[in-house]
């Protein structure tokens, strides 16, 4: 198989210790296995010094580009500023804290010829007690909410093809983003892979995704894909009415 065209983006938010650890493994990464690829830092008007150093590291590296918000938008707003960002068809991103592989995204990226997107589930998880428990609940509601299988749904590292946008509009600025382009990629008909990763502890700061703040706004956006999804509307093939 030829070396694909790749753009990879992250997003940072109190991610001063990792952003540069997170940018030269994958500069190392693409190099041996992209034909040509780009690197987007996502500044998410992160209050240490994250977005200096993203600038610093696009002076250093052609391939390097920073988007900075100047203000904070969100995680979900991130990644789709990330995506917008980005000009080659395949698309893959993680979390810019570190707790991923980004090794894992070659693994996705030899399955592309399958997938539209593929997403990691974390088999073996390096978290607190509570943290795992919050993740057991959540993806046990969208299995029961939205009638999927898909076992670890938001996980912060994915692949997909920049054609799976034509059919799924991305509408969620929470943490929610990840679940919501699954399951709008897995209504489509598009085929969506699972690869089973391990994660590592976050080794600088803390995590947000898990504060109560985010969990009320990925609760809103979680009801109101769900209104979406299963309105009379959504998906109505052209000619048909069910009002």
């Known amino acids: 198989m030829n070396k694909p065209d ?3 983006f992250f997003p940072v938010y109190n991610d001063e210790s990792t952003v540069r650890l997170v940018t030269e493994k994958a500069i190392k990464l693409f190099d041996e296995i992209a034909n040509q690829y780009e690197v987007v830092i996502v500044n998410d008007a992160s209050p240490d010094k994250a977005g200096e150093i993203a600038d610093q590291l696009a002076l250093e590296y052609p391939q390097v580009k920073v988007v900075h918000h100047e203000v904070n938008k969100g995680y979900g707003a991130a990644v789709k500023s990330g995506i917008a960002n980005t000009k080659y068809d395949w698309v893959c991103m993680v979390d810019g804290d570190d707790e991923y592989d980004i090794l894992d995204l070659k693994r996705m990226l030899a399955l592309r010829q399958y997938y539209g997107l ?7 998880k390096l978290y607190s007690t509570k943290r795992i428990f919050i993740s057991h609940i959540y993806n046990a509601v969208l299995r029961f909410l939205f009638d999927t299988r898909f076992r670890d749904i938001s996980t ?12 799924v509009e991305l509408n969620s600025n929470s943490p929610f983003i990840g679940a919501e382009m699954a399951i709008k990629t897995m209504l489509s008909g598009t085929p969506v892979g699972e690869v089973g990763i391990q994660t590592f502890p976050r080794e600088f700061g803390a995590g947000s995704a898990t504060s109560i703040k985010n969990i009320i706004f990925t ?7 769900r209104k979406e999804i299963f309105s009379d509307t959504y998906h109505l093939p052209h000619g048909r009415d069910r009002s």
């Open 6 to 8: 790749i753009s990879f």
């Open 219 to 225: 609760i809103s956006d979680m009801l109101s894909m």
């Open 156 to 167: 912060g590292i994915r692949l997909f093809n920049r054609s799976v946008l034509e059919y």
């Open 118 to 124: 593929i997403i990691g589930f974390r088999y073996k």
